[in-house]
């Protein structure tokens, strides 16, 4: 088959839909949709077949662009997962990807790739609640220590760096108080710090990109070196599959494999085919309706009178607007906000560890309403709500995230495929109730 033009000469959003057509890990040509492997382990016709497929795998000698794999064994190479990582890696603007089983697989793999025993890194105060306790109650037992600071505070971030530092980790927009943090500036700090050390001591800035997906915000355009996602999120859109991703740098490709052969934690192969054929397909077209209807229903509550606080990157008193409007944005520079709301309520006062009105209100979301789902989880075609404080982010030690700015009472929705109207006479009623 003779094609006129190049995969480059087409958009993102066309290419998240037909892949990448020039894969030598799929016969193009023949099929429509790829094909959905199962096999944990390959034929091999010959031992020389065999023996070749061991030295060309994670070899820096193959350019697996243009080098057709000897599968062997699921845990090392699969087409399946291969394909998905090539059109991941592009919906990233990254130049490798490797999946994982899960988003906290994928994370944990960054980690323990860029930190050894000795080494330190600096997070932001916020995180996903596993995030927190895999920094700060696993990788202590491997001599792996991170310092929690404000990432917004310059000062505190110089003063933090120290020779161990190795890797510094933020998720933008933050779960679940939608602060941002400004990629091309940590770039900028981290640049100058790493300025008198060798290579092998770089500090390299790592995202979560789970919130926004690539749809709203590319990390690594922006001057990450790396993005991790949970694909169980936004890429899924689905809420039928779990997995990860490490997008990054090309020479990273190799060690990553052979890290990920050895914890184990790949991806199945037939989530792997629900992602690529079901999720990056519709990626854009979900979050650019789910986009509009969250600005809907954020105006919606802004304007209740129950209703204390709005939190929306798409809003222009959003205090980081600015930010948002710099680093949020799709495939055609369009300002993508994302999906995600989050909203406290007016006299929502404590009563013991009890928020009664936020609870009410929940409670009446669970029970009564049609289109909106009590459920942790995000970037689904159903709209879901929960109490991040309570739920999500139970790790997190209570003093700290009352520092953190989080508040108790915090409601966080993440925006489905609904009929806006729809999203908000439910919340309506809900708040009738308290
Ligand atoms: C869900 C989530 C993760 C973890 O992903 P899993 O697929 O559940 O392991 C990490 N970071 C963020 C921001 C998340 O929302």
Same mark, same amino acid.
């Given at each position: 088959?003779?094609?006129?033009?190049?995969?480059?000469?087409?958009?993102? @959003?066309?290419?998240?839909?037909? +892949?990448?057509?020039?894969?030598?890990?799929?016969?193009?040509?023949?099929?429509?949709?790829?094909?959905?492997?199962?096999?944990?382990?390959?034929?091999?016709?010959?031992?020389?077949? +065999?023996?070749?497929?061991?030295?060309?795998?994670?070899?820096?000698?193959?350019?697996?662009?243009?080098?057709?794999?000897?599968?062997?064994?699921?845990?090392?190479?699969?087409?399946?997962?291969?394909?998905?990582?090539?059109?991941?890696?592009?919906?990233? +603007?990254?130049?490798?990807?490797?999946?994982?089983?899960?988003?906290?697989?994928?994370?944990?793999?960054?980690?323990?790739?860029?930190?050894?025993?000795?080494?330190?890194?600096?997070?932001?105060?916020?995180?996903?609640?596993?995030?927190?306790?895999?920094?700060?109650?696993?990788?202590?037992?491997?001599?792996?220590?991170?310092?929690?600071? %404000?990432?917004?505070?310059?000062?505190?971030?110089?003063?933090?760096?120290?020779?161990? #530092?190795?890797?510094?980790?933020?998720?933008?927009?933050?779960?679940?108080?939608?602060?941002?943090?400004?990629?091309?500036?940590?770039? @900028?700090?981290?640049? %100058?710090?790493?300025?008198?050390?060798?290579?092998?001591?770089?500090?390299?800035?790592?995202?979560?990109?789970?919130?926004? #997906?690539?749809?709203?915000?590319?990390?690594?355009?922006?001057?990450?070196?790396?993005?991790?996602?949970?694909?169980?999120?936004?890429?899924?859109?689905?809420?039928?599959?779990?997995?990860?991703?490490?997008?990054?740098?090309?020479?990273?490709?190799?060690?990553?494999?052979?890290?990920?052969?050895?914890?184990?934690?790949?991806?199945?192969?037939?989530?792997?085919?629900?992602?690529?054929?079901?999720?990056?397909?519709?990626?854009?077209?979900?979050?650019?309706?789910?986009?509009?209807?969250?600005?809907?229903?954020?105006?919606?509550?802004?304007?209740?009178?129950?209703?204390?606080?709005?939190?929306?990157?798409?809003?222009?008193?959003?205090?980081?607007?600015?930010?948002?409007?710099?680093?949020?944005?799709?495939?055609?520079?369009?300002?993508?906000?994302?999906?995600?709301?989050?909203?406290?309520?007016? %006299?929502?006062?404590?009563?013991?560890?009890?928020?009664?009105?936020?609870?009410?209100?929940? %409670?009446?979301?669970?029970?009564?309403?049609?289109?909106?789902?009590?459920?942790?989880?995000?970037?689904?075609?159903?709209?879901?709500?929960?109490?991040?404080?309570?739920?999500?982010?139970?790790?997190?030690?209570?003093?700290?995230?009352?520092?953190? +700015?989080?508040?108790?009472?915090?409601?966080?929705?993440?925006?489905?495929?609904?009929?806006?109207?729809?999203?908000?006479?439910?919340?309506?009623?809900?708040?009738?109730?308290?």
């Amino acid at each position: 088959m003779k094609r006129k033009k190049t995969k480059g000469q087409y958009r993102t @959003r066309t290419h998240l839909i037909h +892949g990448n057509f020039e894969s030598k890990k799929w016969d193009y040509n023949h099929h429509v949709n790829p094909p959905m492997s199962a096999s944990a382990m390959y034929r091999l016709n010959s031992t020389q077949r +065999g023996a070749q497929g061991f030295v060309d795998f994670a070899s820096e000698a193959i350019d697996e662009s243009t080098h057709a794999p000897i599968y062997i064994y699921d845990r090392l190479e699969e087409p399946s997962r291969g394909m998905l990582e090539e059109n991941l890696a592009y919906a990233e +603007g990254g130049e490798m990807c490797l999946t994982f089983a899960t988003g906290m697989a994928a994370i944990s793999a960054i980690a323990g790739l860029l930190c050894g025993q000795g080494d330190e890194i600096i997070a932001h105060q916020v995180t996903y609640g596993c995030t927190y306790s895999l920094f700060s109650s696993r990788m202590p037992r491997f001599g792996i220590n991170t310092h929690w600071i %404000d990432l917004n505070d310059e000062a505190a971030l110089k003063a933090a760096i120290t020779p161990q #530092t190795r890797m510094l980790y933020f998720e933008t927009p933050i779960n679940p108080t939608l602060t941002l943090i400004d990629i091309a500036a940590m770039r @900028r700090l981290v640049d %100058d710090a790493n300025q008198n050390r060798p290579e092998e001591q770089h500090i390299k800035i790592v995202v979560d990109n789970t919130f926004a #997906t690539p749809y709203c915000q590319r990390p690594i355009e922006l001057g990450a070196d790396f993005s991790v996602m949970s694909l169980t999120k936004g890429i899924s859109g689905f809420g039928a599959d779990m997995g990860g991703a490490v997008v990054g740098p090309r020479a990273y490709y190799n060690r990553l494999l052979l890290y990920r052969k050895d914890f184990g934690g790949v991806l199945n192969p037939r989530s792997a085919w629900n992602f690529l054929v079901y999720g990056l397909p519709s990626l854009a077209t979900r979050f650019a309706n789910q986009i509009k209807t969250a600005h809907h229903v954020a105006k919606f509550l802004r304007e209740h009178p129950k209703v204390d606080r709005v939190v929306y990157p798409g809003f222009e008193d959003h205090p980081q607007h600015d930010v948002a409007r710099k680093q949020m944005t799709n495939y055609d520079g369009n300002f993508a906000p994302g999906n995600m709301i989050y909203f406290t309520l007016k %006299d929502a006062e404590m009563d013991g560890k009890q928020h009664p009105k936020v609870e009410r209100l929940i %409670d009446y979301l669970a029970d009564s309403a049609y289109c909106i789902t009590l459920a942790v989880s995000l970037g689904y075609m159903k709209t879901l709500v929960e109490n991040a404080y309570s739920m999500t982010h139970a790790a997190l030690p209570e003093d700290e995230k009352r520092k953190m +700015g989080m508040e108790p009472g915090g409601i966080r929705l993440s925006i489905g495929l609904e009929d806006w109207h729809d999203i908000s006479e439910d919340l309506r009623d809900a708040l009738e109730q308290v």
